[in-house]
């Protein structure tokens, strides 16, 4: 029991000390604890809000500001980092799965427009005459201006059988609108074709859930056709988005001997 007590008594002690200190520190001491320092820009933070709550000429979205403002903080990290709130997991976990409900276009942003890479075959867009080079610069009327691609990418898709216009800006013609209606499209990430010296063509758009399954797939069509193993294989990797880490690790396995693919870092 004395121990158990002693031990007791120490952590208050501790805990009291701790206390003392952060309330009796220097104003010198506060400013460089780094604890104090990001305090501070809290603080900034919030009275920014608030003064833009009080003083803009619109009513704000807070949330899209919240949102906004966390992403700033992770992209001057690096390009790369960003934050999925759940609706955005929701819609990567679906682009990763490889179905879904939309229009069939692989699509970039380009000048604040989303730019159509290449519209996939036998889809709504390939069917309405969607070319690669085509701009969407409005949604059902609404401009996209100021969206993400994400944001675009989410309106375009939906439910089977759904309705969606979308306004083309194509050189040489006036901008023009086009009405689509939504399928169950199922993203081949991985297509391919016989060049010439039974050279086989392999195109990689994106490293999906199924990637890996439909190269292994590809390579077997290729020989197939050669009726032996082809001279060679070009991997096209241009315009691919990326996607699953796995996958894209599990493609390099199948033409690698040994060695490091990759390596991740962390704290």
């Known amino acids: 029991m004395r121990s158990l007590l002693t031990g007791a008594a120490l952590g208050v002690v501790l805990g009291g000390a701790a206390v003392g200190f952060s309330a009796f520190a220097s104003p010198e001491d506060r400013a460089e604890d780094p604890r104090m320092i990001t305090y501070q820009q809290l603080d900034l933070f919030a009275e920014i809000l608030a003064r833009a709550r009080q003083d803009y000429v619109t009513e704000i979205d807070e949330k899209a500001a919240m949102k906004a403002a966390i992403n700033g903080m992770l992209t001057s990290l690096d390009p790369h980092s960003s934050y999925l709130d759940p609706d955005d997991f929701r819609s990567m976990q679906v682009q990763t799965s490889g179905e879904y409900g939309g229009l069939g276009i692989e699509v970039t942003m ?118 032996s193993r082809p001279r060679g294989l070009i991997l096209d990797l241009r315009n691919n988005g990326g996607g699953l880490l796995d996958q894209a690790v599990s493609v390099s396995d199948m033409f690698l001997s040994g060695g490091e693919v990759v390596s991740t870092q962390g704290r």
């Not at 159509?116 to 409005?138: K, N, Y």
């Not at 013609?173 to 990430?189: G, H």
């Open 110 to 227: 380009e000048d604040g427009f989303v730019k159509v890479i290449s519209p996939m075959d036998d889809t709504p867009a390939s069917r309405a005459g969607i070319q690669p080079g085509d701009l969407i610069t409005a949604i059902n009327g609404a401009p996209i201006i100021g969206q993400t691609l994400n944001d675009a990418v989410k309106e375009m898709r939906g439910e089977k059988g759904t309705d969606i216009d979308i306004t083309i800006l194509r050189e040489g013609v006036d901008p023009f609108d086009v009405t689509l209606t939504r399928e169950v499209i199922q993203q081949k990430s991985v297509t391919w074709k016989m060049q010439e010296n039974d050279i086989g063509y392999i195109r990689i758009s994106t490293f999906n859930e199924r990637t890996t399954l439909l190269l292994e797939e590809s390579i077997e069509e290729i020989a197939k056709e050669t009726g």
